[in-house]
């Protein structure tokens, strides 16, 4: 294996981009209840029963949702669904009041997002946050967090 293994700018055709991301479930209504109901994601294909794929409506990307019943497809992990939301204590308190159970209420971090963490019906981790001016800019010290 060569010594470095990043690659050369010359040699990367192009950007990387994001179109989805796959979340198995073990039913489909709580799902959809959850991304589409509560978080407000739009239903643009679905196959009853089995899978559904829903569009931010501030974006182009999207998140499927697929029915599966193997247990390692099922055992949320180590990755997190970072969320943004312009309205943040808006959409926390309308999801409290659905039943939603939340590990943090939402704070202000020290790199300027205001975050808030939960689980989904099928306990994967999500982050609903707002960046605000700091979405794109890079925070200094982070060192001292």
Known sequence: MPKNTRPSK???????????????????????????????????????????????????????????ELPENLVPGGVWLYLEVKELDRLYLRMLAAGVRFSQEPKLMPWGWRQTFLKDPDGHKLCLYSAGVKRLRKTKNLQNL
Not at 35 to 49: A, V
């Open 10 to 68: 010359s040699r990367v055709p192009s950007a990387v981009n994001f179109n989805h991301a796959l979340i198995y479930v073990k039913a489909l209504d709580p799902a959809l209840n959850f991304y589409r109901d509560l978080l407000g994601f739009k239903e643009i294909e679905t196959i009853p029963g089995e899978y559904s794929r829903l569009r931010s409506r501030n974006s182009r990307s999207t998140l499927a949702l697929h029915i599966s």
